[in-house]
């Protein structure tokens, strides 16, 4: 957990791993592998307490996302299952989910893809924060 001003505003954000998906697929990821997506809690004075806004902080997030996806388009070709993961839950976590799935689509070559892609978006359809984030979509 980290505490910083990323917008320069004179408070403090909050940022925090999510540990969903440790143990993911019956512990198919080793610990290291797994994906720690950050999430981002910005102090809203209407509220007032910190709210999940990973969405406002887009830019910041999908700096080194962005870097890692043209890397693994261009160069490795082929990526590992965490590291996919990685990419695919920082781009649903700013509010990008069809642009991270589509990545998932693109270079998922496991043969098992279509469960891989249903077990993550059931485990993001209980995580608080994605249910906050989509809250207009998951709420239909």
């Known amino acids: 957990m980290t505490l910083s001003d990323l917008d320069g505003d004179g408070i ?11 143990g993911f697929e019956s512990w198919r990821l ?6 720690l997506p950050d999430i981002i809690f910005r102090y809203d004075p209407v509220q007032p307490e910190y709210l999940p806004a ?7 997030i999908l700096r080194d ?5 043209k890397s693994a388009r261009e160069i490795e070709k082929e990526i590992g299952l965490g590291r996919l993961m990685s990419i695919v839950l920082d781009y649903v976590f700013v509010g ?8 998932f689509e693109e270079m998922c070559e496991l043969p098992d893809k279509a469960r891989i892609r249903s077990d993550m978006q059931d485990v993001l359809k209980a ?7 989509y809250k207009k979509r998951v709420n239909r």
């Open 65 to 69: 996302t962005e870097a890692a996806a």
């Open 96 to 103: 990008e989910e069809q642009q991270g799935w589509k990545f």
């Open 12 to 22: 403090h954000e909050i940022t925090v791993p999510i540990t969903a998906f440790y």
């Open 127 to 133: 995580h608080p924060v994605y249910r906050y984030i």
């Open 30 to 35: 080793t610990t290291s592998e797994t994906p």
């Open 54 to 60: 990973n969405p406002h902080f887009r830019e910041c």
